[in-house]
Nanobody
Framework: QVQLVESGGGLVQAGGSLRLSCAAS????????MGWFRQAPGKEREFAAA????????LYEDSVKGRFTISRDTAKNTVYLQMNSLKPEDTAVYYC?????????????????WGQGTQVTVSS
């Protein structure tokens, strides 16, 4: 069992940066692939980024490539999403997710555990 708690969201101007954190509980955190998803009002939840259990592999959605960086600190049971050059269209609730994946996936259904989400608002 894994419990996830996101933090770090807030209001930022376009072009600014935020770093989201996801603290995980559970001794098996190190064996889970981790992902970040986001959901804007009236839209479906969509994939943003994912990282393998070892941290050696990452996957990004095309619109965030070069702007977002996912990383993990296994010793701290924490995964991060560094978001730079933020745009108004990045405004959404951001969710952390964990899953026992053999291959990183963009699919919501591939992840077993979810956090409660943190709001990110980018003003123009």
């Amino acid at each position: 069992q894994v419990q996830l708690v996101e933090s770090g969201g807030g209001l930022v101007q376009a072009g600014g940066s935020l770093r989201l954190s996801c603290a995980a509980s559970g001794r098996t955190f190190r064996y889970f692939a981790m992902g970040w998803f986001r959901q804007a009002p009236g839209k479906e939840r969509e994939f943003a980024a994912a990282i393998t259990w070892s941290g050696g592999g990452t996957l990004y959605e095309d619109s965030v490539k070069g702007r977002f960086t996912i990383s993990r600190d296994t010793a701290k049971n924490t995964v991060y999403l560094q978001m730079n050059s933020l745009k108004p269209e990045d405004t959404a609730v951001y969710y952390c997710a964990a899953g026992t994946l053999y291959r990183l996936s963009e699919a919501v259904a591939a992840y077993d555990y979810w956090g409660q989400g943190t709001q990110v608002t980018v003003s123009s």
